[in-house]
């Protein structure tokens, strides 16, 4: 079974020895790959939807992975029970969704030490509520796939609260991405530079019609994203 590149770098944020819960499976191939390599000795896979979880049955079956992996029909982590898993892995799904599914996690679940992450939108909220919660990002990847940007991170539960903020630039791009200057992260910001000074042109060209102030404001906001990614780009 081959991963595609997205699957497989979240594969490879998990750590040997993890006890991981993943939430929104799929078809299962992350929890597959994961007992396949022994980089777990058990997953728990779970899934909203009825479909989606049959199909990663009939796979967990097919590769004789049945005493290794458990499925459960599950709305985010509802159906899973304290020192039941450590690790959380949430994939795949919008960045709200992602903190709503581990605000009921966290509070219910005092266990889990460690989240890997990959929200499709709004990643700066989820690194806002990590630090905001006592989690601490110590790697982050990103993925060129099929054209589409993929940042995801890993993130452990620290012992204190954090006192420290990130920037903006942090928190919108990732600060690990930036300290490590990842290759496809600055094709991101190349790419996002030239959509944000495209779109600031075409509304210097529109004088007429339309709602002026939403215009302005519009302005004003890709103006200060160009300063944060100009700045970002600086450091590569």
Not at 142 to 168: F, H, N, Q, V, W
Request: charged share 30%; net charge negative; hydrophobic share 40%.
């Amino acid at each position: 079974m081959e991963l595609s590149k997205r699957l497989r770098a979240i594969v490879d944020l998990v750590e040997e020895g993890d006890r991981p819960a993943d939430i929104g499976c799929d078809h299962g191939y992350v929890s597959i790959c994961l007992i396949k390599e022994h980089k777990c000795s058990t997953v728990i896979a779970m899934d909203i939807n009825q479909g989606p979880l049959l199909h990663a049955r009939e796979h967990i079956e097919r590769e004789g992975l049945g005493p290794y992996i458990e499925t459960r029909l599950s709305d985010g982590a509802a159906a899973l029970e304290d020192e039941e898993a450590d690790t959380l892995i949430c994939a795949g799904m919008g960045g709200r969704l992602t903190i709503h599914i581990l605000e009921d996690a966290i509070k219910r679940l005092p266990a889990i030490k460690a989240l890997i992450l990959q929200p499709q939108s709004e990643i700066w909220l989820v690194r806002r509520f990590l630090l905001q919660n006592h989690f601490s990002i110590v790697k982050e990847d990103m993925i060129l796939e099929d054209g589409k940007y993929y940042p995801m991170l890993r993130a452990e539960k620290t012992a204190e609260a954090i006192c420290s903020i990130y920037t903006r630039k942090e928190e919108w791009y990732g600060p690990l991405l930036l300290k490590e200057k990842h290759p496809v992260l600055l094709q991101y910001l190349q790419k996002e530079k030239k959509t944000a000074e495209q779109t600031i042109e075409k509304l210097a060209l529109e004088n007429s019609g339309g709602d002026l102030i939403k215009r302005q404001e519009r302005k004003k906001e890709l103006l200060e994203k160009l300063r944060c990614i100009e700045e970002c780009l600086e450091g590569f």
